[in-house]
T-cell receptor
């Protein structure tokens, strides 16, 4: 089945120690997104890639970076995690971004990040 | 800007009860509307969608109708099961504003008891 895969499902890191979360997709979608979701809240968009074009949300901290080496993979790097960065991180994909159509987003299962 | 307002939870129901989750929106253009469901410890799954006024989305016994006149997209299910316990998110995407970025509501937790 075509899908969005996130690894690992659970990640524990230490305060200030860089961590990378990964996402891969077999849907061959052009757009990949990273969301942060804290307990009992809506997902908050951090950034997205449309092919290789990177788009950062205005309020995404500089501490968060992303890489997309190819269509299938996208990484979220947190350079110096703080306690406030503990959250569920969701990767999503969509077919495209067009003025004539809106495409639903497909989500991975998420990575729960704990910062100690 | 665009926004989505959902009824607050938790909503607690007995099995086989009728479920309604209210969702209203504001949008500058003509948005598409979505309901996503999130089971504990999982990502969001698309439940249903509607792309224009008066469209009805349906899936797994859930339904929602896009009502432009009341700017609403309420989710309903006639007979819930314990397995429907989850958090439900209403969302909109409007390509005339912010490239079609998704705007999610705050989510409504539903708890179904046997």
């Amino acid at each position: 089945d075509a899908m969005v895969i996130q690894n690992p499902r659970y990640q524990v890191t230490q305060f200030g120690k860089p961590v990378t979360l990964s996402c891969s997709q077999t849907l061959n979608h052009n757009v990949m997104y990273w969301y942060q979701q804290k307990s009992s809240q809506a997902p908050k968009l951090l950034f997205h890639y449309y092919d290789k074009d990177f788009n950062n949300e205005a309020d995404t901290p500089d501490n968060f970076q992303s890489r997309r080496p190819n269509t299938s993979f996208c990484f979220l790097d947190i350079r110096s995690p703080g306690l406030g960065d503990a959250a569920m991180y969701l990767c999503a994909t969509s077919r495209g971004l067009e003025t004539s159509a809106i495409y639903e987003q497909y989500f991975g299962p998420g990575t729960r990040l704990t910062v100690t | 800007g665009n926004s989505v307002t959902q009824m607050e939870g938790p909503v607690t129901l007995s099995e086989e009860a009728f479920l309604t989750i209210n969702c209203t929106y504001t949008a500058t253009g003509y948005p598409s509307l979505f309901w996503y469901v999130q089971y504990p410890g999982e990502g969001l799954q698309l439940l249903l969608k509607a792309t224009k006024a008066d469209d009805k989305g349906s899936n797994k016994g859930f339904e929602a109708t896009y009502r432009k006149e009341t700017t609403s997209f309420h989710l309903e299910k006639g007979s819930v099961q314990v397995s429907d316990s989850a958090v439900y998110f209403c969302a909109l995407s409007d390509q005339s504003d912010s490239w079609g970025k998704f705007q999610f509501g705050a989510g409504t937790q539903v708890v179904v008891t046997p």
